[in-house]
């Protein structure tokens, strides 16, 4: 470890001078990044960035803007949020939705920017960053999908949002690397106004302080940081003598960042300590792992073996010790899934079983010390237990999108007394220093460390999970099903009833029985070719709506909904098509020549783009002039404006046409996903009401 230690050391010492600056600037660019509404999780895009070693502030810059790819109308901004942190993808749940499982807390922190489309800068300052792989996700800021209005495709301005993302660097000044036994002295002013110095801590120190002195005690303020994956400590030093206390990550680099803020200069001297004798609580006992990986993304475990065993066996637990089990996540690779920890009581006599309990502390980094009232003492207060494992079974907890590094698991088992009354506290999420009758004991317990995408590999049977990739990096997520949401689809807020479902279903499947109205009057009036397309209509808007609004509960699909969907589109716009040429009113040839060229041009149509505005707009305009111009032919042949006769041009046809466009306005502008299936249903109605009124009478077109 010692000549690994060294190689790093010297090539950091060659990069230093290529570090040494003093203001911020631009060090990667991250542009186009087009941004989705968030509905899950697996609508985020990833944008990474490296932050170099040698860095003493960091800017993340975003820019979003909206841009034009077609529709009527201008880009409205949108609300977008951004979420920002280090060595993995920030879990966040905007939506506010339940998990079932159980999750770890007080997680590395991550940073929140909201933002809007409009074109401006925002900017996330970092102080002593912590070097290394830092992840921003972004997206389109959630809003309550049942009030998101259903507009018709080119109906508006049809927008993409835009992400450009910047890193902006500021390198430190003085950049040295740093011997942790020894006294090293740093000289600052105003032009040279920051320092950073690496160092290499020895796993012995597993309480270290930082003690440091400024020669112009309160005349200067001076920013002190210590970071190593994570930020570690930090303080504003305005006198003579300061000290910093932190636990120092197990093989892994450290930085000390100084900046002075204020003042003229000040030569600062830093001392490192080990206080780990001060805080011992016995011996330390290392559980040995190995790492199973397994040919897919995010599948591995670590597993105990004994001798040349394969399977995973139990390891003893003792009272004068403290057992701790160490393992790595790697960077990128490892960071796309769900870890998964396990703990149960293994080969415990049934009668001892209830008396016995077993704390759990995780910690990354460093391991934590179990206090004697079952507490984690952490890097800087004491916090209930991780994982609480008692005689009831197996306890398990998970970790999403794990941050990388060397994590720690600390076990200690406790033997409790009966009317044990302070364990009840201690043991049920509070933090005790200390409890009377609770006792460390022996037992034997065997752990499941394993990684898996999502939790463990399953979406609580409501979805299924599935690896995305964004950004170049990949990582798992659920696809729910049935209007159930949330990280492992166990949220069911937006889950329907099966007595509104059926209410769904019967509204949007029944309403298309008005076109038995539309089909009979089509065959009296002797239109035989529109009561074939008024009838395809029905059927297939029928079960179109069967098949999509059962939420797979009740649904009656009789073939592949995308077949349906077609079927339905298709002859909606047929059916405007022949109707618009029925009342055009040509000779027979002509009118089956319209009839035929139409179909085969909306069936191109509608297999193209069959929610696309100008799919209905093609028959709906076409007809249109169509009827124009053969009513406009015939006022002309006979001097006269008055065609066609009275009733159907005073009645039946502005009423038709006032209907149809009262439907036209509810389906184009008032559909929402919350009323969705009164307004549709209402659609159907109107369409084949408006059917009946402007299919003409033969004698009123003569």
């Given at each position: 470890m010692r000549d690994i230690v060294l190689v790093i050391s010297f090539a950091w010492i060659l990069a230093i001078e290529r570090c040494l600056g003093g203001k911020l600037e631009r060090f990667a660019h991250r542009p186009n990044n087009v941004l989705d509404d968030y509905y899950a999780y697996r609508h985020i895009s990833i944008i990474h960035f490296n932050v170099p070693d040698?860095?003493?502030?960091?800017?993340?810059?975003?820019?979003?803007?909206?841009?034009?790819?077609?529709?009527?109308?201008?880009?409205?901004?949108?609300?977008?949020?951004?979420?920002?942190?280090?060595?993995?993808?920030?879990?966040?749940?905007?939506?506010?939705?339940?998990?079932?499982?159980?999750?770890?807390?007080?997680?590395?922190?991550?940073?929140?920017?909201?933002?809007?489309s409009n074109g401006d800068e925002y900017m996330i300052r970092i102080d002593a960053p912590a070097p290394g792989d830092w992840y921003a996700i972004a997206f389109r800021s959630w809003s309550d999908p049942d009030n998101g209005k259903i507009t018709q495709q080119g109906l508006g301005a049809s927008c993409d949002t835009v992400l450009d993302a910047e890193l902006l660097l500021e390198y430190a000044s003085i950049v040295s690397p740093m011997d942790p036994k020894l006294e090293y002295e740093v000289h600052m002013n105003e032009s040279v106004d920051s320092a950073v110095m690496q160092l290499f801590i020895p796993d012995e120190f597993v309480d270290s302080s930082l003690s440091l002195k400024s020669t112009c005690g309160e005349e200067c303020r001076i920013a002190v940081h210590v970071i190593a994956e994570d930020h570690l400590a930090g303080m504003i030093m305005n006198t003579t003598n300061a000290t910093v206390f932190f636990k120092p990550y197990s093989d892994a680099?450290?930085?000390?960042?100084?900046?002075?803020?204020?003042?003229?200069?000040?030569?600062?001297?830093?001392?490192?300590?080990?206080?780990?004798?001060?805080?011992?609580?016995?011996?330390?006992?290392?559980?040995?792992?190995?790492?199973?990986?397994?040919?897919?993304?995010?599948?591995?475990?670590?597993?105990?073996?004994?001798?040349?065993?394969?399977?995973?066996?139990?390891?003893?637990?003792?009272?004068?010790?403290?057992?701790?089990?160490?393992?790595?996540?790697?960077?990128?690779?490892?960071?796309?899934g769900t870890l998964t920890l396990g703990l149960k009581l293994a080969d415990v006599k049934e009668k001892e079983k209830k008396n016995i309990i077993v704390i759990a502390c995780i910690s990354l980094g460093y391991y934590s010390n179990i206090t004697a009232g079952g507490g984690c003492t952490r890097m800087e207060n004491t916090t209930a237990a991780d994982i609480y494992v008692n005689y009831t079974g197996s306890a398990t907890l998970h970790i999403p999108f794990p941050e990388p590094g060397i994590w720690h698991i600390s076990l200690r088992a406790f033997c409790l007394e009966e009317n044990c009354h302070c364990a009840v506290t201690c043991l049920n999420g509070t933090a005790c220093e200390d409890c009377d009758c609770m006792s460390p004991c022996n037992t034997k317990v065997e752990s499941r460390i394993s990684s898996s995408p999502c939790i463990e590999g399953r979406c609580n049977s409501h979805g299924k999970c599935m690896h995305y990739m964004s950004g170049g990096f990949v990582f798992a997520a659920c696809h729910c099903s049935g209007a159930y949401r949330g990280f492992d689809c166990a949220d069911d807020t937006y889950v329907l009833s099966n007595s509104d479902i059926i209410v769904r279903v019967l509204l949007l499947t029944f309403s298309n029985l008005a076109f038995i109205g539309s089909v009979y009057v089509a065959v009296r009036?002797?239109?035989?070719?529109?009561?074939?397309?008024?009838?395809?209509?029905?059927?297939?808007?029928?079960?179109?709506?069967?098949?999509?609004?059962?939420?797979?509960?009740?649904?009656?699909?009789?073939?592949?909904?995308?077949?349906?969907?077609?079927?339905?589109?298709?002859?909606?716009?047929?059916?405007?098509?022949?109707?618009?040429?029925?009342?055009?009113?040509?000779?027979?040839?002509?009118?089956?020549?319209?009839?035929?060229?139409?179909?085969?041009?909306l069936a191109m149509s509608a297999e193209m783009d069959r929610t696309a505005l100008w799919v209905f707009l093609l028959p709906a305009i076409t007809g249109s002039a169509l009827i124009g111009l053969s009513w406009g032919m015939r006022c002309k042949r006979r001097g006269t404006v008055r065609y066609p006769s009275r009733p159907y041009r005073s009645i039946y046809f502005p009423a038709g046409l006032l209907l149809v466009s009262l439907g036209l306005v509810c389906y184009a502008f008032l559909q929402t996903r919350r009323n969705y299936y009164i307004v549709h249903s209402f659609w159907h109605v109107c369409v084949a009401i408006g059917a009946i009124l402007l299919l003409p009478k033969r004698q009123y077109m003569k």
């Open positions: 040698c860095t003493v502030t960091a800017g993340f810059k975003f820019t979003v803007k909206e841009e034009k790819i077609g529709g009527i109308g201008r880009c409205s901004a949108r609300n977008v949020s951004v979420f920002l942190k280090s060595g993995s993808l920030p879990f966040v749940r905007p939506d506010g939705s339940k998990i079932a499982a159980k999750l770890m807390k007080g997680r590395r922190r991550y940073y929140t920017l909201d933002m809007e680099f450290h930085y000390v960042t100084l900046r002075l803020l204020s003042g003229e200069s000040s030569n600062v001297s830093l001392q490192f300590l080990d206080n780990s004798a001060a805080h011992d609580s016995g011996q330390v006992k290392s559980v040995d792992l190995m790492r199973k990986s397994l040919p897919d993304f995010f599948l591995f475990d670590y597993e105990h073996l004994r001798g040349n065993s394969t399977k995973p066996s139990a390891f003893n637990l003792t009272s004068d010790t403290l057992s701790v089990l160490s393992f790595e996540i790697g960077r990128v690779y490892d960071v796309g009036r002797e239109y035989f070719t529109e009561a074939i397309v008024y009838a395809a209509v029905m059927f297939f808007s029928t079960f179109y709506h069967a098949c999509e609004a059962g939420e797979d509960v009740y649904s009656v699909c009789i073939m592949r909904l995308s077949v349906l969907q077609f079927c339905d589109f298709f002859n909606a716009l047929l059916s405007i098509w022949v109707t618009l040429v029925a009342m055009a009113s040509f000779g027979p040839k002509l009118t089956a020549f319209c009839q035929i060229t139409g179909a085969v041009i």
